[in-house]
């Protein structure tokens, strides 16, 4: 696996949570529950955004559409990275996954 490409997935992937959950919140001004939640949300993603971004320019990994090759190794950094993320990416799922059983019930019958 090419470390290039997972940081690039990660990044690009962090970006489009980051946007989807910003117009999630703007549409649901009135709820205020996936307004405010949607948005701190989006927040975390964003700082998922900058942190892989770092990373990946600390292996010479560019974001761009025409990345550099990076050489997969064990990276304590790396690791450390992915720790700090993942708390919050899964609070981000859970969410989702909750909002998801809530709303469903209410599309489904209308």
């Not at 205020?32 to 971004?53: F, G, T, Y």
């Not at 190794?73 to 990275?81: F, K």
Request: aromatic letters at 2%; proline letters at 5%; charged letters at 25%.
């Amino acid at each position: 696996m090419k470390l290039d490409m997972v940081l690039k997935e990660v990044h690009h992937g962090e970006n489009a949570l980051a946007v989807r959950l910003m117009r999630r919140s703007s549409t649901h001004t009135t709820d205020h529950e996936v307004h405010h939640v949607a948005r701190d949300l989006a927040a975390w993603s964003r700082h998922h955004v900058r942190e892989p971004a770092d990373a990946a320019s600390d292996h010479g990994v560019d974001l761009s559409p025409e990345p550099k090759t990076a050489q997969a190794a064990r990276d304590q950094e790396l690791l450390d990275l992915t720790e700090r993320c993942h708390p919050q990416t899964l609070r981000q799922q859970r969410w989702a996954n909750t909002m998801i059983k809530v709303v469903s019930p209410q599309v489904l019958t209308s």
